[in-house]
């Protein structure tokens, strides 16, 4: 079975920052791209950040470009979102995401 799990959110200030951890299985890892997504009460899920896995491609949303980073460790079959300079805004719930396999999220608290 594929699975994936996101882990590492929690309670900051704004301008600080999280790293999430994506913990994959079940599937060759470099074959496949992951997302990162995001869902925020009352809104719609959010593509955040996606990196390829064997060529290490990224694309990032306008909204988190610059201040987040994806990255990888093939190794270990995981992947993770590095947040600095985290806004209010950015409070949600992250999940990651490979074809149709999407992993239970992890929540993200940004106070101001």
């Known amino acids: 079975d594929v699975q994936l799990q996101a882990s590492g959110g929690g309670l900051v200030q704004a301008g600080g920052s999280l790293r999430l951890t994506c913990a994959t299985s079940g599937f060759t890892f470099n074959d496949h791209a992951i997302g990162w997504f995001r869902q925020a009460p009352g809104k719609g899920r959010e593509g955040v950040a996606c990196i390829s896995n064997l060529q290490g491609l990224t694309y990032y949303a306008d909204s988190v470009k610059g201040r987040f980073t994806i990255s990888n460790d093939s190794a270990k079959k995981t992947a993770y979102l590095q947040m600095n300079s985290l806004k209010p805004e950015d409070t949600a719930i992250y999940f990651c995401?490979?074809?149709?396999?999407r992993g239970r999220g992890t929540q993200v608290t940004v106070s101001s």
């Open positions: 995401q490979t074809d149709d396999n």
